[in-house]
């Protein structure tokens, strides 16, 4: 099954899911590039839950790395697509692409939740997030909403480890009734980081066994992280 199948440009609505798809879940990051650490979240959590879907979301213009260098979307988006190609349960969806201004995973929620709306379909979101990722959620775009909207999958990341309940309910907004929608997953930690993967390319280091081979190709093709790259933006 191709990603077209599932979400795409239907009729130019990015939020489409495949109806069947009840329990979706969501995948955002900057994937600059993505990487096997992202690639085994997903796949840990979706067999965990049970889930239908993971939807791989990369944003357009991530809030918290407005002044650092990042890839082109399109580049971005086709390492993805080359690094789910083959499992069916995995797809991109462009949706943060398509909407102007920064990347609030809030709004995207709220996208995809109107979408099943419109299709008649009761859905339940799971935002895959990593609880390094999880201790910032405070400073995000409307936090509480994003935990009415979605649960939490939260999956462990070496050096910050899954929080315990108490934990949850004195760091989360909402205290308590956030910590409820919070589902600890106990994946497999793995190191990888997009960051390493590309100070390894600028410096000529080999990146096999990080990335998905196809991957690995493009970033070797398209001489992506190479500082004289003139593709970045600066
Ligand atoms: P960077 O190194 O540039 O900050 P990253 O490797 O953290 O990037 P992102 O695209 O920013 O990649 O990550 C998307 C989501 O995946 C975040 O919730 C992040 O915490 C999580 N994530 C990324 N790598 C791992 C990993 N190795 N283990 C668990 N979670 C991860």
């Known amino acids: 099954m191709t990603m077209t199948d599932r979400v795409g440009p239907t009729g130019g609505r990015a939020a489409w899911i495949e109806p069947s798809a009840r329990r979706v879940g969501i995948l955002g990051g900057t994937f600059d590039p993505v990487h096997y650490g992202h690639l085994v ?15 791989f979301v990369p944003a357009a213009l991530p809030p918290h790395k407005l002044d650092e260098d990042v890839t082109p979307a399109p580049d971005r988006v086709a390492m993805v697509e080359l690094a789910i190609a083959g499992n069916p349960a995995f797809a991109v969806s462009h949706v943060e692409l398509e909407r102007a201004g920064p990347s609030y995973t809030t709004d995207t929620l709220s996208e995809l939740s109107d979408e099943a709306v419109r299709q008649g379909v009761a859905r339940d979101f799971y935002f895959i997030l990593s609880t390094e990722a999880l201790a910032d959620l405070g400073g995000w775009h409307d936090p509480e909403r994003l935990l009415a909207l979605a649960r939490l999958a939260v999956v462990p990341r070496p ?4 929080p315990d309940g108490a934990w949850l309910a004195a760091h989360l907004p909402g205290g308590a009734a956030s910590a409820k929608r919070v589902i600890c997953v106990d994946t497999l930690p793995l190191a990888h980081s997009a960051s390493d993967v590309r100070a390894r390319a600028a410096a000529g280091r080999s990146i096999r066994y990080l990335v998905p081979p196809a991957v690995e190709a493009y970033i070797r093709d398209r001489r992506l992280y190479l500082s004289n790259n003139p593709q970045r933006i600066a």
């Open 159 to 162: 050096g910050a480890p899954l």
């Open 41 to 55: 979240i997903a796949e840990q959590v979706r067999d965990v839950l049970e889930l239908d879907l993971v939807l």
